[in-house]
């Protein structure tokens, strides 16, 4: 092998070029992304950048060193065999990694809505969160929660709309519901069950046909796998680029990483995509590997965290209707722990929150599989590790 072409210059895109190196590759690397930055972090866009604590959150990794033909402000446009076509030409390679992440959705209407995705996303809206403004956020999810953090901590007024019962709901399901509290008081106007027909100018409408007054519109309702360009390219496209687990694509020499990949889990006996930084931090070694020809296996306890009204929530594993186990109290502790255990007494999935403990011996438990004492499970003064 030759010549690597990585497509999409996030975190999955440079560290898939750090592990070529890193696995001894002496060949050509090409990496291209269609922003014009360098590769930089996104977690922090919606926390620090967002509260005007740092304007640069670019990876530390010295693309000279790894001697990587760095092309910033470069689009791929579509993919045949053996070539990547480009918003500068064509690029023939022997071995190609995907990783093109995802895109913010956004809703009907005509008004302006802000989406928060790039830098430049974070940057702008920083500008507009000043004292006084009115802010609608639609979603409760993740990013929705954390601009509404920024939001308010700038002294804007805010209001969250969510079309679910709870906050979280499509990661948490009812869990997200001990989070409700923590938007009243920190002064948020969180309106549950409440859909939004479309952003218009001035505001949003509601499915209900009233309004919502606002000057700014932040949309987090979600992401979709950036892979339009792969269309007619053969390969196989189901809510991402599919691949097996060893991170190999339909196509031969062609592998897919970071959040733009849905990868067969074997822990979990499905296809995952997992819009994680641990999983575009993790999976570039095992893409590259299977590149090179070797069969390393990507199957990790996905692991997410969020910084959220002051709030630092973590959450681990994967779940799918197992019984709960609350660790403390959410209405009375600012510490607390939810764990969901299957049948046979083995923990699915950990969600800590200001409790980084149990999800650290929580991740390890789930790794292991090891079965738990549920009586002791619920008594927060006891370690995970010792349940
Ligand atoms: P991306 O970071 O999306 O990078 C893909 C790159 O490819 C982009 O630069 C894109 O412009 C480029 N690209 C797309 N199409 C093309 C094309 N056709 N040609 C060339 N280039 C292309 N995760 C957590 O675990 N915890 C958090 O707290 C957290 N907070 C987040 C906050 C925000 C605001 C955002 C946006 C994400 C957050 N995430 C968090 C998720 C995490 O950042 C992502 O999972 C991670 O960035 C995925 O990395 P990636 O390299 O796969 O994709």
């Not at 001035?202 to 046909?209: E, I, K, N, P, S």
Request: glycine share 12%; charged share 25%; hydrophobic share 45%.
């Amino acid at each position: 092998m030759n010549h690597v072409v990585v497509v999409g210059a996030g975190l999955a895109g440079v560290r898939s070029v750090e592990a070529l190196r890193a696995r001894g590759f002496g060949g050509t690397i090409t990496l291209i992304g269609e922003e014009t930055h360098r590769p930089y972090d996104r977690p922090p866009l919606s926390k620090s950048v967002l509260l005007g604590e740092t304007d640069s959150t670019v990876v530390d990794s010295d693309l000279d060193a790894l001697e990587v033909d760095f092309r910033a402000g470069v689009a791929a446009k579509g993919l045949r065999e053996g070539v990547v076509e480009t918003t500068e030409g064509e690029l023939a390679y022997d071995g190609l990694v995907i990783a093109t992440g995802a895109r913010p959705i956004r809703l009907r209407g005509d008004g302006p809505q802000h989406v928060l995705r790039t830098i430049d996303d974070a940057l702008e809206l920083r500008a507009l969160l000043v004292p006084g403004t009115k802010v609608a956020v639609i979603g409760a999810g993740w990013i929705g929660a954390e601009v509404a953090t920024a939001a308010r901590r700038a002294d804007c007024e805010v209001t969250v709309v969510e079309a679910a019962g709870v906050p979280l709901s499509a990661a948490l399901g009812p869990v997200g519901a001990h989070t409700v509290s923590w938007y009243a008081r920190a002064g948020v106007d969180l309106r549950l069950g409440t859909a939004v027909a479309s952003v218009d100018q001035g505001g949003l409408t509601l499915a209900d046909g009233s309004a919502v007054e606002a000057g700014v519109v932040v949309t987090g309702v979600g992401v979709r796998p950036s892979v339009e360009w792969l269309a007619g390219s053969g390969l196989e496209l189901e809510n991402g680029v599919v691949t097996d687990e060893h991170l190999r694509t339909s196509l031969p020499g062609v592998v897919a990483v970071g959040d733009c990949a849905a990868w067969w889990s074997r822990r979990y006996g499905r296809r995952m995509r997992v819009e994680h930084w641990d999983t575009a931090l993790g999976a570039p070694d095992v893409a590259v590997a299977a590149l090179l020809g070797d069969d390393a296996v990507y199957d990790p306890v996905p692991y997410f965290w969020s910084e959220q009204f002051g709030h630092m929530v973590q959450y681990a594993g994967h779940h799918d209707g197992e019984r709960l186990v609350l660790r403390g109290d959410p209405a009375a502790d600012a510490k607390w722990a939810v764990c969901w255990v299957a049948d046979d007494h083995r923990l699915t999935a950990v969600l800590a929150v200001n409790r980084p403990r149990d999800l650290v011996q929580g991740r390890r438990l789930i790794e292991r599989g090891r079965r738990l004492d549920v009586e002791r499970l619920a008594d927060p003064a006891v370690a995970l590790r010792d349940c």
